[in-house]
């Protein structure tokens, strides 16, 4: 069946504690390359019947009610294949 | 700079009580199209320098390390552009 997916991060602006300590961390275990990391959300939904523009409508819909605060987060949805 | 983005998902033998939570309210705010929902996490890293194999390497041994338990969740790792 397909699958939509549903990213939703922080806004770039909000502070990302998780982030910020996974990014502390990284180094502590002698990972060194990585200067910056945000963490997120990632939802798949699997939908029932074809995925039409209404259907990925609807998903968005559901998005800015459910999956993310949109006052704080941005979220993108895109159909993985 | 170059991005790369880890994505965390349960197993999929695993059982995911967030994802199903969101499954049960999804019908409840009039959203009906949506069969199944699985949660994971989603990384975004910023690496220094260029993104070459090596690092990619390196930000594979940290998702095992420390973004993701790899005894309960899969992990993609990808270069955004």
Same mark, same amino acid.
């Given at each position: =069946?397909?699958?939509?997916?549903? +990213?939703? =991060? *922080?806004? /770039?602006?909000?502070?990302? /504690?998780?982030?910020? @300590? $996974? @990014?502390? @961390?990284? /180094?502590?275990l002698?990972?060194?390359?990585?200067?910056?990391? %945000?963490?997120?959300? %990632?939802f !798949? *939904?699997?939908?029932?019947g !074809?995925?039409?523009? +209404?259907?990925?409508?609807?998903?968005?819909?559901?998005?800015?009610?459910? *999956? @993310?605060? /949109?006052?704080? !987060? +941005?979220?993108? $949805?895109?159909? !993985?294949?």
């Amino acid at each position: =069946m397909p699958r939509v997916v549903v +990213d939703v =991060m *922080l806004k /770039p602006e909000i502070l990302d /504690p998780q982030g910020q @300590a $996974v @990014a502390a @961390a990284l /180094p502590r275990l002698g990972f060194d390359g990585i200067v910056r990391v %945000r963490q997120g959300k %990632r939802f !798949e *939904l699997t939908v029932d019947g !074809e995925v039409t523009d +209404d259907r990925i409508a609807e998903v968005r819909r559901a998005a800015e009610t459910l *999956l @993310a605060n /949109p006052v704080i !987060e +941005d979220f993108t $949805v895109r159909v !993985e294949p």
